[in-house]
């Protein structure tokens, strides 16, 4: 299986309405984000991708379009790569629900947390890393796909093949703009790389085929 390269999207301004953004729509890149999204571009642009996988949401199509540009390559959408379904918590002032008592279950406790009306923890790790094995099954061990979607996401991804507990999971960096490195073996998982900023260099993938010697 191949290599992946988890990406998450660019900075927004959301974060300054001091709400949860969850999967709202028209949350764009700002300007910073599209100038993070334009360096993913140039460091990637000479990687052959075999795939450009996106979340559907707007902040990520617009992160994976640089990556896609001059490729030939159509942006693929992926439902399962969503954002957390944050229920009634989506457009809320944060300030006023980090007062409430389950806002210290997230932090402390989240595989015990469902979001009212929302997803727990737990299913979304399970979507998202069952998303992460269809796709990685669709390729080859020499080839390389892009996945780009968000930052909760990548690092639950990344947990589950680290063996971190999920209750640990936000002890995992992810920048917006940021690049980790996934390899899905047939029999071995390895985190190459977590959390990077280009300019980066990929690790040169196993060879899988026989030599005679």
Known sequence: MPLLLLIRHGENDYVKTGKMAGRLPGVHLNERGQEQAAALGESLKNIPLAAIYSSPLERAIETATPIASGRGLPIILRPNLLDTDVGEWENQELSALYKLPEWQTVQTNPARFCFPGGETFIGLQTRLVLE??????????????????????????????????????????????????????????????????????????????????
């Open 132 to 213: 992460i094995e269809t796709l990685a099954k669709n390729h080859t061990d020499e080839e390389v796909i892009v996945v780009v979607f968000h930052s909760d996401p990548v690092k639950l991804v990344l947990a589950y093949y680290l063996g971190i507990a999920l209750d640990h999971f936000q002890r995992l960096g992810c920048d917006t703009g940021s690049l980790s490195l996934l390899h899905l073996g047939k029999t071995s998982v390895q985190v190459n790389g977590i959390n990077l900023r280009p300019p980066f260099t990929l690790p040169k993938l196993p060879d899988t085929h026989p030599k005679n010697n």
